[in-house]
C-alpha cells in the first residue's frame, strides 16, 4: 500500500539522516569548511522534519470520527506546510546569515583536512541518494513523501553546490566555500516556498483538475436512467483522497425507490475513482434543456 510505502521510505530517510549529519559536522570541525556547516544544519533541520513528516503519516491514516468526519488526511499537508516554514526560517536564515558573515573575511579563513571533507561530501551524496531512488520508483506518494522527495533533492543539490566550493578551497579560492554556502540557502529558500503554496492550497479546499470532474460526470452519465449532470463539486480531503458532490438528473416519473437504485450504481461508479474518498449522489428530476445548459456553462 502507498501510505506503507511513504512510512518505509520516511524512516529510511531518518536514520540516513542521522549517519549524515554526525558525519558532516565530525568533519566541519576537522576542516573548518562551511559548506560543511551549511550541510549539517541543513541536516539538522531534516532530522526534525522527517521526524514530523512520519509522525504526520502514522496520524492521518487515522478512521474518521465525530470530530473530523471526513478523516484525518490532511495531516500530511499541515506537516509539509510546517516543514516548508522551517526550511525557510530555520535552515535557509541561517544559512545566509552564516555564509555573509564568512563571506567577509574568507581571503584569511584557514582550512585543514579540505580532501576529508570532499570525500565526505560525495559519500553523503551516495548516501542520499538511496532514499531519493527509492521515492523516485513509487507510483504515486503522498503529500509527506513528497515533502521528502523534493527535500532529497534539495540535499543532493546542495551536496553538489558543497561539493563545488570545497574543490574550489582546495585549488585556492576560499571564496568558494561562503558562496556554495548561500547557493545551498537559495535551493532550500525556493522549493520551501512552492512547498508551502502547494499544500495550503490544498488545505485551503483546492479542486482536483478539469480533466478529472470531466472525468465524474462522463463516469455519472454512463448509468442507464441518468438524464443529465450539473452542481460537480469536488475537493481534496487527503493525500490523492477526494471528497466529491454530485447532482444527477432522472425522470420526473420515476418511483423514489428507482431513482435511489440509479443514484446507487452512480455512487458505485464514482467512488474507486477517489481514492477511497466520498461520493455524494444527489437526485434530482430531469431539468429543461434550455436550464440545464445555463447551468452546464456556469459550472
Same mark, same amino acid.
Given at each position: 500500500?502507498?501510505?506503507?510505502?511513504?512510512?518505509?521510505?520516511?524512516?529510511?530517510?531518518?536514520g540516513?539522516?542521522?549517519?549524515?549529519?554526525?558525519?558532516?559536522?565530525?568533519?566541519?570541525?576537522?576542516?573548518?569548511?562551511?559548506?560543511?556547516?551549511?550541510?549539517?544544519?541543513?541536516?539538522?533541520?531534516?532530522?526534525?522534519?522527517?521526524?514530523?513528516?512520519?509522525?504526520?503519516?502514522?496520524?492521518?491514516?487515522?478512521?474518521?470520527?465525530? %470530530?473530523?468526519?471526513?478523516?484525518?488526511?490532511?495531516?500530511?499537508?499541515?506537516?509539509?506546510?510546517?516543514?516548508?516554514?522551517?526550511?525557510?526560517?530555520?535552515?535557509?536564515?541561517?544559512?545566509y546569515?552564516?555564509?555573509?558573515?564568512?563571506?567577509?573575511?574568507?581571503?584569511?579563513?584557514?582550512f585543514?583536512?579540505?580532501?576529508?571533507?570532499i570525500?565526505?561530501?560525495?559519500?553523503?551524496?551516495?548516501?542520499?541518494?538511496?532514499?531519493?531512488?527509492?521515492?523516485?520508483?513509487?507510483?504515486s506518494?503522498?503529500?509527506?513523501?513528497?515533502?521528502?522527495?523534493?527535500?532529497?533533492?534539495?540535499?543532493?543539490?546542495?551536496?553538489?553546490?558543497a561539493?563545488?566550493?570545497?574543490?574550489?578551497?582546495?585549488?585556492?579560492?576560499?571564496?568558494?566555500?561562503?558562496?556554495?554556502?548561500?547557493?545551498?540557502?537559495?535551493?532550500?529558500?525556493v522549493?520551501a516556498?512552492?512547498?508551502?503554496?502547494?499544500?495550503?492550497s490544498?488545505?485551503?479546499?483546492q479542486?482536483?483538475?478539469?480533466?478529472?470532474?470531466?472525468?465524474?460526470?462522463?463516469?455519472?452519465?454512463?448509468?442507464?436512467?441518468?438524464?443529465?449532470?450539473?452542481? %460537480?463539486?469536488?475537493?481534496?480531503?487527503?493525500p490523492?483522497?477526494?471528497?466529491?458532490d454530485?447532482?444527477?438528473?432522472?425522470?420526473?416519473?420515476?418511483? %423514489?425507490?428507482?431513482?435511489?437504485?440509479?443514484?446507487?450504481?452512480?455512487?458505485?461508479?464514482?467512488?474507486?475513482?477517489?481514492?477511497?474518498?466520498?461520493?455524494? %449522489?444527489?437526485?434530482?428530476?430531469?431539468?429543461?434543456?434550455?436550464?440545464?445548459?445555463?447551468?452546464?456553462?456556469?459550472?
Amino acid at each position: 500500500m502507498k501510505g506503507q510505502e511513504d512510512i518505509r521510505s520516511l524512516q529510511l530517510t531518518l536514520g540516513l539522516y542521522v549517519i549524515i549529519f554526525a558525519m558532516k559536522l565530525i568533519v566541519y570541525k576537522l576542516s573548518g569548511v562551511i559548506a560543511l556547516l551549511a550541510e549539517a544544519l541543513h541536516t539538522l533541520s531534516d532530522i526534525f522534519i522527517a521526524a514530523f513528516l512520519l509522525i504526520a503519516s502514522y496520524y492521518s491514516r487515522r478512521a474518521a470520527d465525530r %470530530v473530523h468526519m471526513f478523516g484525518y488526511g490532511r495531516a500530511q499537508n499541515i506537516a509539509a506546510l510546517v516543514a516548508a516554514t522551517l526550511f525557510v526560517s530555520f535552515t535557509s536564515f541561517e544559512l545566509y546569515r552564516e555564509a555573509i558573515t564568512r563571506l567577509r573575511v574568507h581571503e584569511s579563513a584557514t582550512f585543514q583536512n579540505v580532501r576529508l571533507a570532499i570525500g565526505v561530501l560525495v559519500l553523503s551524496m551516495l548516501i542520499a541518494a538511496a532514499p531519493l531512488v527509492k521515492l523516485f520508483r513509487q507510483k504515486s506518494r503522498g503529500a509527506a513523501a513528497k515533502a521528502q522527495f523534493i527535500e532529497l533533492i534539495n540535499d543532493e543539490l546542495g551536496l553538489l553546490a558543497a561539493l563545488i566550493g570545497t574543490v574550489l578551497v582546495l585549488a585556492g579560492k576560499p571564496i568558494g566555500d561562503p558562496l556554495a554556502a548561500m547557493v545551498i540557502a537559495t535551493i532550500i529558500a525556493v522549493n520551501a516556498v512552492g512547498l508551502f503554496r502547494e499544500n495550503m492550497s490544498i488545505l485551503l479546499g483546492q479542486a482536483p483538475s478539469e480533466e478529472f470532474i470531466a472525468k465524474l460526470e462522463d463516469t455519472a452519465r454512463s448509468v442507464a436512467g441518468v438524464m443529465g449532470i450539473h452542481g %460537480v463539486r469536488a475537493e481534496y480531503i487527503g493525500p490523492d483522497v477526494i471528497h466529491a458532490d454530485i447532482h444527477i438528473e432522472v425522470s420526473a416519473t420515476l418511483a %423514489v425507490g428507482e431513482a435511489h437504485d440509479i443514484a446507487k450504481k452512480v455512487d458505485a461508479l464514482i467512488e474507486p475513482l477517489l481514492g477511497n474518498g466520498i461520493c455524494e %449522489v444527489h437526485v434530482d428530476p430531469q431539468l429543461k434543456e434550455s436550464t440545464q445548459n445555463i447551468r452546464t456553462q456556469q459550472r
